[in-house]
């Protein structure tokens, strides 16, 4: 069931000179929401901007009925959430999506950019369940890291940038962990980095998973304009994704 | 709310508020937010005779109080919305209105046949105003032959109210509307989206696929005011307007400016439940006002 109400911002935090934490807090209590799971934020107040921004969930918290967002400053809309502050009001439409599906014994999550986000809850929930996931992160450089106590509270977690600032220097496909032994691998970020995982899942047989980041309008699957080409045609990426199995996936 | 109550045609609204076609799906992806049944009608996503994949991707950019799609009828084609979708929806209290489109008479003509045999199915929407298929499509509303020649042929086989909807990319849309009159169409809906453009300037390449198309959402609400209030000096039937309403305010401008019921399109995206508010933003200003019926304010201007 999908939901559309207003949480009050509890707390705000910039992590980088682009990236921004929002934590929200419903007043009703939550319904589950799976790993991978987006929400359709809008600004309250006057806004320049029509429509609702798709943003994936990096966390949620039952106990306090709170959900995370890591927000990267694009365009309008998100400058404008950049700059809500703390016991202002969202609008929430959410959980949407289809979300991540818990797999294998020795999975791989491997994020970049702002992609990293959802991988946060999936690397969670996997820890919940006894398993401590390889976690991938790729950054252009030191500047751009955010903070990462919480991933290393549930994975072992692995960097690389770009110029070697920090972590290995290189693609995140060029570094050592991602060629170790995984059973299964998750990835959200830019399209070149999903796509040459993608390439090396196929080739090596491993079972893959994408997060795509379409352009988005509904959220909900009426507008059709999110649609990714798949090997069975069109598929919104709203609802049938935003989660694709790569074998399906025609870039 | 015998206030909202109207009759178009042969055709009850419990309100004059619906939801335009292609921005709430088939009402089943918005069941989770309101009771779809309470709108005036549900006008579903546009049917062609055979399935279609659309428009590839990048189908979707936002502009200044708007967004450009070029979805381009992606849809499962008439013969699976008669056998499964139809279904799903024909418990529906309120009227769901099938939203018809062609790449030729054929084509238009084999569609409302078969959604003529369907029984909870009381009136169709011809779409020959869609800017974003190669053939046919908007070809037929812009030109008062062919628009003619589309809504005669459907109106010789479809027995039930036929809706036509009009596109505002015409030089003037009351010579159209008076076609589509004489051939026989029962009320007109307007406007469709309106052509536009949008360019990605670093990187100097259009930010669509079909590189022009469809303009909806309030950056297009004065071209449908002034496209439902020039019609609705130059013909007998009623118009059910739409373009840009995002509230109550806005649905009664189209009422003031001749249209008898309104549609509600892009704002669906941005706020589900926005229909079930216009039906009782407009109700409250009847009441301030102290209007007995809708409609003693309809085409006052």
């Given at each position: 069931?999908?939901?559309?109400d207003?949480?009050?911002?509890?707390?705000?935090?910039?992590?980088?000179?682009?990236?921004?934490?929002?934590?929200?807090?419903?007043?009703?209590?939550?319904?589950?929401?799976?790993?991978g799971?987006?929400?359709?934020?809008?600004?309250?107040?006057?806004?320049?901007?029509?429509?609702?921004?798709?943003?994936?969930?990096?966390?949620?918290?039952?106990?306090?009925?709170?959900?995370?967002?890591?927000?990267?400053?694009?365009?309008?809309?998100?400058?404008?959430?950049?700059?809500?502050?703390?016991?202002?009001?969202?609008?929430?439409?959410?959980?949407?999506?289809?979300?991540?599906?818990?797999?294998?014994?020795?999975?791989?999550?491997?994020?970049?950019?702002?992609?990293?986000?959802?991988?946060?809850?999936l690397?969670?929930?996997?820890h919940?369940?006894?398993?401590?996931?390889?976690?991938?992160?790729?950054?252009?450089?030191?500047?751009?890291?955010?903070?990462?106590?919480?991933?290393?509270?549930?994975?072992?977690?692995?960097?690389?940038?770009?110029?070697?600032?920090?972590?290995?220097?290189?693609?995140?496909?060029?570094?050592?962990?991602?060629?170790?032994?995984?059973?299964?691998?998750?990835?959200?970020?830019?399209?070149?980095?999903?796509?040459?995982?993608?390439?090396?899942?196929?080739?090596?047989?491993?079972?893959?998973?994408?997060?795509?980041?379409?352009?988005?309008?509904?959220?909900?699957?009426?507008?059709?304009?999110?649609?990714?080409?798949?090997?069975?045609?069109?598929?919104?990426?709203?609802?049938?994704?935003?989660?694709?199995?790569?074998?399906d996936?025609?870039? | 709310?015998e206030?909202?109550?109207?009759?178009?045609?042969?055709?009850?609204?419990?309100?004059?508020?619906?939801t335009?076609?292609?921005?709430?799906g088939?009402?089943?992806?918005?069941?989770?937010?309101?009771?779809?049944?309470?709108?005036?009608?549900?006008?579903?996503?546009?049917?062609?005779?055979?399935?279609?994949?659309g428009?590839?991707?990048?189908?979707?950019?936002?502009?200044?109080?708007?967004?450009?799609?070029?979805?381009?009828?992606?849809?499962?084609?008439?013969?699976?919305?008669?056998?499964?979708?139809?279904?799903?929806?024909?418990?529906?209290?309120?009227?769901?209105?099938?939203?018809?489109?062609?790449?030729?008479?054929?084509?238009?003509?084999?569609?409302?046949?078969?959604?003529?045999e369907?029984?909870?199915?009381?009136?169709?929407?011809?779409?020959?105003?869609?800017p974003?298929?190669?053939?046919?499509?908007?070809?037929?509303?812009?030109?008062?032959?062919?628009?003619?020649?589309v809504?005669?042929?459907?109106?010789?086989?479809?027995?039930?109210?036929?809706?036509?909807?009009?596109?505002?990319?015409?030089?003037?849309?009351?010579?159209?509307?008076?076609?589509?009159?004489?051939?026989?169409?029962?009320?007109?809906?307007m406007?469709?989206?309106v052509?536009?453009?949008?360019?990605?300037?670093e990187?100097?390449?259009?930010?669509?696929?079909?590189?022009?198309a469809?303009?909806?959402?309030?950056?297009?609400?004065?071209?449908?005011?002034?496209?439902v209030?020039?019609?609705?000096?130059?013909?007998?039937?009623?118009?059910?307007?739409?373009?840009?309403?995002?509230?109550?305010?806005?649905?009664?401008?189209?009422?003031?400016a001749?249209?008898?019921?309104?549609?509600i399109?892009?704002?669906?995206?941005?706020?589900?439940?926005?229909?079930?508010?216009?039906?009782?933003?407009?109700?409250?200003?009847?009441?301030?006002?102290?209007i007995?019926?809708?409609?003693?304010?309809?085409?006052?201007?």
């Amino acid at each position: 069931m999908k939901h559309c109400d207003n949480f009050v911002v509890s707390e705000k935090k910039f992590l980088n000179s682009s990236f921004f934490k929002l934590k929200l807090k419903s007043k009703k209590t939550l319904p589950e929401i799976n790993p991978g799971q987006f929400v359709e934020v809008q600004v309250n107040s006057d806004s320049k901007v029509l429509l609702r921004r798709p943003i994936s969930i990096n966390d949620v918290d039952s106990q306090t009925n709170e959900i995370s967002l890591i927000i990267q400053t694009v365009g309008q809309g998100t400058k404008e959430l950049a700059k809500i502050s703390e016991g202002e009001e969202v609008s929430l439409i959410y959980p949407l999506g289809n979300g991540f599906k818990l797999e294998g014994e020795s999975p791989i999550l491997v994020g970049g950019g702002v992609g990293i986000a959802p991988l946060l809850y999936l690397a969670k929930q996997f820890h919940a369940k006894g398993i401590k996931p390889n976690v991938l992160l790729g950054f252009r450089s030191k500047d751009q890291i955010i903070p990462l106590e919480e991933f290393e509270k549930y994975s072992n977690l692995y960097i690389s940038t770009q110029d070697g600032s920090i972590g290995e220097k290189g693609l995140v496909t060029e570094n050592k962990i991602f060629s170790a032994s995984h059973d299964v691998i998750y990835t959200c970020g830019p399209t070149p980095m999903m796509k040459a995982i993608s390439d090396y899942s196929l080739k090596n047989n491993i079972k893959c998973y994408a997060s795509l980041e379409n352009k988005m309008a509904c959220g909900i699957g009426a507008c059709l304009c999110c649609v990714q080409n798949t090997t069975e045609g069109h598929k919104c990426t709203c609802t049938e994704g935003p989660v694709f199995n790569v074998k399906d996936i025609i870039w | 709310m015998e206030k909202l109550k109207i009759q178009i045609g042969n055709l009850e609204f419990q309100n004059p508020v619906m939801t335009a076609s292609g921005t709430f799906g088939f009402g089943l992806e918005y069941e989770d937010f309101f009771d779809v049944q309470k709108l005036g009608a549900i006008i579903v996503k546009g049917t062609t005779g055979e399935k279609r994949e659309g428009n590839p991707a990048p189908r979707m950019c936002e502009t200044p109080m708007g967004m450009i799609n070029a979805v381009g009828l992606q849809n499962k084609g008439v013969d699976y919305f008669c056998e499964n979708t139809y279904h799903q929806i024909k418990h529906y209290k309120n009227n769901v209105i099938v939203n018809v489109s062609g790449s030729s008479i054929e084509e238009y003509v084999k569609v409302a046949e078969k959604i003529n045999e369907l029984e909870h199915i009381p009136a169709i929407e011809l779409n020959i105003s869609c800017p974003n298929v190669k053939k046919g499509g908007m070809g037929f509303g812009t030109d008062t032959k062919m628009a003619f020649e589309v809504v005669d042929a459907v109106r010789k086989i479809y027995k039930k109210h036929l809706i036509v909807k009009l596109s505002p990319n015409v030089t003037s849309i009351a010579e159209i509307a008076k076609a589509v009159e004489s051939a026989g169409a029962d009320s007109v809906s307007m406007i469709n989206t309106v052509l536009g453009m949008a360019i990605d300037a670093e990187k100097r390449k259009p930010l669509l696929s079909t590189i022009t198309a469809g303009l909806s959402g309030p950056a297009i609400k004065p071209i449908g005011l002034r496209c439902v209030y020039q019609t609705s000096k130059a013909i007998k039937i009623p118009i059910i307007g739409l373009g840009g309403i995002t509230n109550a305010t806005d649905a009664i401008e189209y009422i003031l400016a001749g249209a008898s019921a309104i549609q509600i399109g892009t704002q669906n995206f941005v706020n589900p439940s926005v229909g079930l508010e216009v039906i009782e933003g407009m109700k409250e200003y009847l009441d301030r006002h102290n209007i007995s019926h809708i409609w003693d304010i309809k085409g006052i201007i």
